[in-house]
């Protein structure tokens, strides 16, 4: 077991206070010895992500196949000769709602390279470098993680939309975070997408800088947190405290 991954991935649960654990994601043209394929059929890629919070495994186009979108975002090879006419019918559909136009289709992220695996795994136990790490958190949690990103960063991380699994992609490619409001179909197929979740997508390349920075302002929240609910309840009691005076109630 890799140490620092495994510290890597407890200091990020317990500041986070995450109730899925770090999710790592690599995409080696060859799959490390020991990790064994996906067994079983999904309907879209992105239900690998919930089931590597507890194991790791790898994926090729194949395990793939009912996702032509996901397909595409990761730019796997090997993709089955049904491919450009399912990814054809699903962009087609999706003009026909106007859910997104043709012009817009260019601007989603995919994958800078070609990729002939895809191997998921909890972020503490993963035997490859990760090139992305996913977390699911609430609007509390990514308050953290949107002050720490952008301390790294050097900006704030997009909000992005449709699809979700495009995330993955803008994180390895441009090596900075992004934060995924998922989409209407990462929302139905998995159950750890509730309406009260968002996807965070961290390139792998900045994991222990943005591990540093999550701890230290999870801590500095937690405090702060205190001193405004105690000022808060002085306040509605009527009293009018000074700051030193709410900060001397922290001690």
Same mark, same amino acid.
């Given at each position: 077991?890799?140490?620092?991954?495994? +510290?890597?991935? *407890? @200091?990020?649960?317990?500041?986070?206070?995450?109730?899925?654990?770090?999710?790592?994601?690599?995409?080696?043209?060859? =799959?490390?010895?020991?990790?064994?394929?996906?067994?079983?059929? =999904?309907?879209?890629?992105?239900?690998?992500?919930?089931?590597? !919070?507890? $194991?790791?495994?790898?994926?090729?186009?194949?395990?793939?196949?009912? #996702?032509?979108? +996901?397909?595409? /975002?990761?730019?796997?090879?090997?993709?089955? !000769?049904?491919?450009?006419?399912?990814? +054809?019918?699903?962009?087609?559909?999706?003009?026909?709602?106007?859910?997104? @136009?043709?012009?817009?289709?260019?601007?989603?992220?995919?994958?800078?390279?070609?990729?002939?695996? &895809?191997?998921?795994?909890?972020?503490?136990?993963?035997?490859?470098?990760?090139?992305?790490?996913?977390?699911?958190?609430?609007? %509390?949690?990514?308050?953290?993680?949107?002050?720490?990103? !952008?301390?790294?960063?050097?900006?704030?991380?997009?909000?992005?939309? @449709?699809?979700? #699994?495009?995330?993955?992609?803008?994180?390895?490619?441009?090596? /900075?975070?992004?934060?995924?409001?998922? #989409?209407?179909?990462?929302?139905?197929?998995? *159950?750890?997408?509730?309406?009260?979740?968002?996807?965070?997508?961290?390139? +792998?390349?900045?994991?222990?800088?943005?591990?540093?920075?999550?701890?230290?302002? !999870?801590?500095?929240?937690?405090?702060?947190? /205190?001193?405004?609910?105690? @000022?808060?309840?002085?306040?509605?009691?009527?009293? %009018?405290?000074?700051? $030193?005076?709410?900060? &001397?109630?922290?001690?």
């Amino acid at each position: 077991m890799n140490h620092e991954r495994q +510290g890597q991935a *407890d @200091r990020l649960t317990q500041a986070l206070e995450l109730s899925l654990p770090p999710i790592a994601i690599a995409f080696p043209d060859t =799959v490390p010895d020991g990790v064994p394929e996906f067994e079983g059929t =999904v309907p879209a890629g992105c239900m690998f992500w919930p089931e590597a !919070a507890t $194991r790791t495994f790898a994926t090729s186009a194949g395990h793939h196949s009912l #996702c032509s979108i +996901g397909i595409h /975002t990761h730019h796997l090879s090997g993709a089955p !000769a049904s491919q450009p006419e399912e990814l +054809g019918a699903a962009l087609e559909a999706m003009m026909g709602l106007d859910y997104v @136009r043709q012009e817009e289709v260019a601007e989603i992220p995919v994958l800078g390279r070609e990729a002939k695996h &895809a191997v998921y795994g909890p972020l503490r136990e993963f035997p490859l470098d990760p090139e992305a790490v996913l977390l699911f958190v609430d609007a %509390r949690q990514g308050l953290v993680l949107s002050e720490a990103l !952008a301390r790294v960063d050097g900006a704030v991380a997009p909000a992005m939309g @449709r699809p979700a #699994c495009a995330a993955v992609p803008h994180a390895v490619n441009r090596g /900075t975070a992004a934060l995924s409001l998922g #989409c209407c179909g990462a929302r139905a197929y998995l *159950d750890a997408m509730s309406d009260d979740v968002a996807l965070w997508a961290l390139p +792998g390349s900045g994991l222990e800088a943005y591990c540093e920075q999550i701890a230290v302002l !999870a801590g500095a929240n937690r405090i702060l947190t /205190t001193f405004h609910e105690r @000022r808060r309840q002085d306040v509605e009691s009527g009293e %009018r405290p000074s700051v $030193r005076e709410s900060l &001397a109630r922290l001690s």
